[in-house]
């Protein structure tokens, strides 16, 4: 597969602060990548580097092939890096109507620009609001127009800095529809900023986790899903827990016991004798069978078409949570426990997150 993007050992400092740290990163024709983390993790300064809109300290970066930043004499400017940007701003001509917005970002020389413009319109589902002012429109019509002119340069590479985070939840899911159709359609390959977990579910083909300006871990969403990284990542993926517990070490191996039973989570195996337990909400459930492991029943809530039992493990005092598909009643019941559900971290690490 050719590249979109390469990225190896870029660093980058801002006010005496590392923000970014070894990074290495590919990106494969037509992928489209969400590169995720919290608030100050350095995704925006990473995508910025991208774009040629800051620089590096060191490092290099390639695009489709093409060295167009060597961290030192090498630099080409953003306006000639053949890019697309949509940012959390909408950031379109206010003068302009929107169909004037797209028809001016296509490629000199295009013919019958209006049509052109038009059909991208259309694609973005919003070609009724061509003569409107971006004023006159909704934050999700906005997007749809702002991301119809990104597209309209024809990009090899489109950068998206959190386009859908300031729209309304039913707009971010039509949204994400379309700009996924949208990208597909035009063979080329994306990067979007997003510290939102169905952002990775719903767009991605890989993910890049940043942490502290460091990649803490890049793969697909499953991969993240079934073996995160860190406790940071865990959470994002949707794991409950992040308690702690005690690990009891049987020769090399370290083990977890959960009422009575030994259990080997996920994950490096912790050095000292505590670790934090993350599981996934399936991995605890409700089970007829007699050989389950006893557990009261402390409560259950309604969540979104299911039921959250919390579950207190007798004389361990360890209280787990875990999905049900009908109420549990308060008392004594037997649960499950799957092994390939639980995930364990260094306590200094879970707690640094």
Known sequence: ??????????????GGREVLRGIELALGEGQFLVLAGE?????????RLIAGLDRPD?????????????GRHGFVPAQRRGLGMVFQDFALWPHLSCLENVALALPAGTAKRNDAAKAL?????????????????????????????????????????????????????????ELRESVRAAGIAAILVSHDPEDCWKLAD???????????QHGTPIDLWR????????????????????????????????????????????????????????????????????????????????FLVRWRLPGEGLVLSGYCQLPVSPGLHRIAIDEAGLFWFETQAAEAS
């Not at 060191?58 to 060597?70: C, F, K, M, P």
């Not at 890989?206 to 803490?216: D, K, S």
Request: hydrophobic fraction near 40%; charged fraction near 25%; aromatic fraction near 4%.
């Open 121 to 177: 319109l259309a694609r973005l589902r919003v070609e009724h609001v061509a003569h409107r002012r971006p004023a006159e429109l909704s934050g999700g019509q906005q997007q749809r127009v702002g991301i119809a002119r990104a597209l309209a340069s024809r990009p090899r590479l489109l950068l998206l800095d959190e386009p859908l985070s300031s729209l309304d939840l039913e707009s971010r899911e039509m949204l994400r529809e």
């Open 206 to 216: 890989q993910v890049a986790v940043l942490e502290a300006g460091v990649i803490r």
């Open 1 to 14: 597969m050719k590249q979109s993007l390469s990225i190896a050992g870029l660093n980058r400092r801002l």
């Open 39 to 47: 608030s100050g993790s350095g995704k925006t300064t990473l995508l």
């Open 227 to 306: 073996s995160p990284a860190s406790p940071y990542i865990a959470r994002f993926t949707g794991a409950l827990g992040g308690v702690c517990v005690s690990v009891r070490r049987e020769g090399e191996q370290a083990r977890l016991v959960l009422g009575g039973r030994a259990f080997t989570p996920r994950g490096p195996a912790p050095r000292g004798t505590q670790a934090r337990l993350f599981w996934r909400g399936e991995a605890v459930r409700l089970t007829p069978a007699q050989s389950g492991i006893p557990a009261e029943a402390l409560s259950a809530s309604f969540e979104a078409g299911r």
């Open 58 to 70: 060191s490092g290099r970066i390639s695009l489709n092939g093409a060295l167009v930043e060597d």
